[in-house]
T-cell receptor, first 115, second 109 residues
């Protein structure tokens, strides 16, 4: 299995532009997580899906952020409009089910720089 | 709120055992204890998890206190490749995993 696949690996954009980050979870996994990592705030959970349904989106910073999971094999995290403070590494992770006794598999992350 | 407490940093010598502590005094009976680590410039990776009994795998051992309010991750022989940030996490009933600041482990040759 190729693992969790994220794209792009790096994204540089200008303030005000729309940014879309993509994630393909491991085949057969039913839970998907989006995390954001910065030096100041560490690794923050943004949103968590189970069976394509958002279960916990309390970590989504504001209305500029939105996440979708149209099917079991694809998710997007969109920022519109982007701001310099959104610069971070964004990780996607998946898990076989929604159970709290299973391990997460992380992607390699997307390094986002907003100028 | 990560609801776990870990030291900010620890040091170890290569080939010696390392004991990484974690406090989770408000843990509920159904919360699993998970450990992940993050090597420089990589995404977090799973290390081990458990509920009540001590657990062993090829990477590490997890010792869970009898009252479950604390746990210790044990690396039996630290190598330079074990230098990373180690996160102790409570797996709640809702299924989400909230990461704290973790412990940065340095390994000296």
């Amino acid at each position: 299995d190729a693992g969790v696949i994220q794209s792009p690996r790096h994204e540089v954009t200008e303030m005000g532009q729309e940014v879309t980050l993509r994630c393909k979870p491991i085949s057969g996994h039913n839970s998907l997580f989006w995390y954001r990592q910065t030096m100041m705030r560490g690794l923050e959970l943004l949103i968590y899906f189970n069976n394509n349904v958002p279960i916990d989106d309390s970590g989504m910073p504001e209305d500029r952020f939105s996440a979708k999971m149209p099917n079991a094999s694809f998710s997007t995290l969109k920022i519109q409009p982007s701001e310099p403070r959104d610069s971070a590494v964004y990780f996607c992770a998946s898990r076989p089910t929604g159970g709290n006794n299973e391990k997460l598999f992380f992607g390699s992350g997307t390094q986002l720089s907003v100028l | 709120d990560a609801k776990t407490t870990q030291p900010n940093s620890m040091e170890s010598n290569e080939e010696e055992p390392v004991h990484l502590p974690c406090n989770h005094s408000t843990i509920s009976g159904t919360d699993y204890i998970h450990w992940y680590r993050q090597l420089p410039s990589q995404g977090p990776e799973y290390v081990i998890h458990g509920l009540t009994s001590n657990v062993n795998n090829r990477m590490a051992s997890l010792a869970i206190a009898e009252d479950r309010k604390s746990s210790t991750l044990i690396l039996h022989r630290a190598t330079l490749r074990d230098a990373a940030v180690y996160y102790c996490i409570r797996g709640g009933s809702q299924g989400n995993l909230i990461f704290g600041k973790g412990t940065k482990l340095s390994v000296k040759p």
